[in-house]
């Protein structure tokens, strides 16, 4: 059974701390993806990396940085939390070839206070 | 940039009435993929259109790809209460990229 992980359901933060976002597939995927999700705006590309140590800015990379040093693994920063980045974080994956079907995780829910 | 438009935003139907959700593309898209997310889930990948004026069905669910690629529609007949979730439409745009649409709320009332 195909699996993305996400290391916390929940998280809570205090404005301005850096925070880590872990996400690791067991799938052999190239393309991983972060997302985040809010009432009305639906599921926004924040970075995705289509091979290890490369990535490319989505639509709002702004207050995030990521990492992915093994291909299995693909980390969100926030390297200075504010509460507008208050939201539901979502990983997924997907094979190298397009137009394949994205595996997500079960997401984390960030609130920064 | 390129976006995805999906409407309604929530559709609340009696238990038996069908229910529609609809997708717009600003640009051609490669393909269009939908996902269902239940209540506290995760999207769940359903299926995906290829080819232009593309209709599949799954049981109760019918999906359409429209002939300029540019739109697409999800259609439930006779909804169940295992059908409450929201439904997202997925634009592909050739590249490794996809545009999800806002998403669709479905309340479905015994």
């Known amino acids: 059974d195909v699996k993305v992980t996400q290391s916390s359901r929940y998280l809570v933060k205090r404005t301005g701390e850096k925070v880590f976002l872990e996400c690791v597939q067991d799938?052999?995927?190239?393309?991983m993806f972060w997302y985040r999700q809010d009432p009305g705006l639906g599921l926004r590309l924040i970075y995705f990396?289509?091979?290890?140590?490369?990535?490319e800015k989505g639509d709002i990379p702004e207050g995030y940085s990521v990492s992915r040093e093994k291909k299995e693994r693909f980390s969100l920063i926030l390297e200075s939390a504010s509460t507008n980045q208050t939201s539901m974080y979502l990983c997924?994956?997907?094979?190298?070839?397009?137009?394949?079907?994205?595996?997500f995780g079960q997401g984390t829910r960030l609130t920064v206070v | 940039g390129q976006q995805v438009m999906q409407i309604p935003q929530y559709q609340h139907v009696q238990e038996g009435e069908d229910f529609t959700t609809y997708c717009n593309s600003s640009?051609?898209?490669?393909?269009i993929q939908w996902y269902k997310q239940r209540p506290g889930g995760h999207p769940v990948f359903l299926i995906q259109?290829?080819?232009?004026?593309e209709v599949k069905k799954q049981k109760r669910l019918t999906f359409q790809f429209g002939e300029a690629k540019k739109n697409s529609s999800l259609h439930i007949t006779a909804t169940q209460t295992t059908d409450v979730g929201t439904y997202f439409c997925?634009?592909?745009?050739?590249?490794?990229?996809?545009?999800f649409g806002a998403g669709t709320r479905l309340f479905v009332k015994a």
């Open positions: 259109l290829v080819k232009s004026g």
């Open positions: 640009t051609t898209l490669s393909n």
């Open positions: 997925a634009g592909g745009t050739g590249g490794f990229k996809t545009i």
């Open positions: 990396s289509y091979d290890v140590k490369m990535k």
């Open positions: 997924a994956s997907r094979t190298g070839m397009k137009n394949t079907e994205a595996f």
């Open positions: 799938m052999d995927h190239e393309n």
